[in-house]
T-cell receptor
Framework: GAGVSQSPSNKVTEKGKDVELRCDPI?????LYWYRQSLGQGLEFLIY????????KSGLPSDRFSAERTGGSVSTLTIQRTQQEDSAVYLC????????????FGPGTRLTVL | SQQGEEDPQALSIQEGENATMNCSYK?????LQWYRQNSGRGLVHLIL?????REKHSGRLRVTLDTSKKSSSLLITASRAADTASYFC????????????FGAGTQVVVTP
């Protein structure tokens, strides 16, 4: 079946604007994860969902970042009032259950904040 | 913060040679996983080793885990140009189920 998809693949925005990044997990996967990869910080965990709830939001860098998941499927990561340090590749992953097993990653969204 | 540290940071070898990279971590883990990334985009899962396992094989990959030293190694045998990629170890900690904590990665270049 289809893998994890993310949109857009690239996003260029101006400082101060809001952006929304979308993730479509593999059908039937109950767990969904967001990570961020940047040159200075490597791969960082942001947030995960079990179904529609997010038990662990500890990785969100600031209150400008939020995420939601509806219907146990699609998730949206929203960054408000973007800053240049938000520039990174945002990766989404999903797994069948939240069991610490392998995660299937999407191709990522490259965000550039000018 | 990153859980793991990997060495070397970069590795350049010729086709047919073996490539070995190491990963160290700091806390108690449930399992350790290795992922490959091409061209800075999506990661592909390679292999998972659980905390009660010491060695695991998958094709040309061999992973070892030493929980007493909190370290793991990934060996790629008979490397190919297509193995050129960045390799990351990631741990699932016993106190934070589900999320992966990644090392800094090893960039491997295999020349024909």
């Amino acid at each position: 079946g289809a893998g994890v998809s993310q949109s857009p693949s690239n996003k260029v925005t101006e400082k101060g604007k809001d952006v929304e990044l979308r993730c479509d997990p593999i059908s039937g996967h109950t767990a969904l994860y967001w990570y961020r990869q940047s040159l200075g910080q490597g791969l960082e965990f942001l947030i995960y969902f079990q179904g529609n709830s997010a038990p662990d939001k500890s990785g969100l860098p600031s209150d400008r970042f939020s995420a939601e998941r509806t219907g146990g499927s699609v998730s949206t990561l929203t960054i408000q009032r973007t800053q240049q340090e938000d520039s990174a590749v945002y990766l989404c992953a999903s797994s069948l259950v939240l069991a610490g097993d392998q995660q299937f990653f999407g191709p990522g969204t490259r965000l550039t904040v000018l | 913060s990153q859980q793991g540290e990997e060495d070397p940071q970069a590795l350049s070898i010729q086709e047919g040679e073996n490539a070995t990279m190491n990963c160290s971590y700091k806390t108690s883990i449930n399992n350790l996983q290795w992922y490959r990334q091409n061209s800075g985009r999506g990661l592909v899962h390679l292999i998972l080793i659980r905390s009660n396992e010491r060695e695991k094989h998958s094709g040309r990959l061999r992973v070892t885990l030493d929980t007493s030293k909190k370290s793991s190694s990934l060996l790629i045998t008979a490397s190919r140009a297509a193995d050129t990629a960045s390799y990351f170890c990631a741990t699932v900690r016993t106190d934070s189920w589900g999320k992966l904590q990644f090392g800094a990665g090893t960039q491997v270049v295999v020349t024909p």
